[in-house]
């Protein structure tokens, strides 16, 4: 088990470190929140084999190289799916369609020229809310330029 100057090293790297435990306290693992490809990588396994696809996302998100016991690796799996759930619950669909997917990659990528697809999951739904506020404030500049620029041209 890392100490706090190790766990505090890797929320520097990772961002948000997930403790995650089993129900009788005898495992204990850190794992960072998975990257948007990973989650895409995920989505696509889970359509053929959800045990190996849970257990896929567990083996990208663990930060150490211990051996777990399937159990264990199932469960902690399915803790990041429900995080997953929360950090994207501010969208319509918490499950949006793939081409979804990558028109938010796209006006991420247009709004703040980072690859998405690298990004945590967290950190992606928070850019893309950010991304999709900036597009209407721009849409509303611009509504407004036009009324201008038309109220000026007829009032004359």
């Known amino acids: 088990m890392p100490d706090k100057i190790a766990i505090q090293k890797l929320k520097e790297k990772y961002g948000t470190v997930l403790k995650l435990t089993s129900n009788d306290q005898s495992t204990t693992t850190y794992c960072k929140k998975p990257s948007f490809d990973t989650f895409l990588n995920y989505q696509n396994k889970y359509n053929d084999n959800p045990h190996e696809a849970i257990l896929f996302l567990f083996k990208e998100c663990v930060l150490d190289q211990e051996n777990y016991d ?11 799916v429900e995080i997953i759930k929360k950090d994207s619950e501010f969208t319509i669909n918490a499950t949006p369609q793939k081409d979804e997917f ?6 991420i990528r247009a709004a703040f020229q980072v690859d998405p697809y690298q990004l945590a999951i967290d950190e992606f739904y928070k850019l893309l809310e950010e991304a999709l506020w900036l597009q209407k404030h721009t849409e509303k500049r611009m509504e ?11 009032s004359n």
Do not use: C, P, R, V
């Open 144 to 154: 407004n330029t036009l009324m201008t620029a038309f109220a000026q041209t007829f």
């Open 70 to 80: 399937d159990e264990f690796m199932l469960s902690a799996g399915n803790s990041i």
């Open 102 to 107: 990558k028109k938010s990659a796209a006006l």
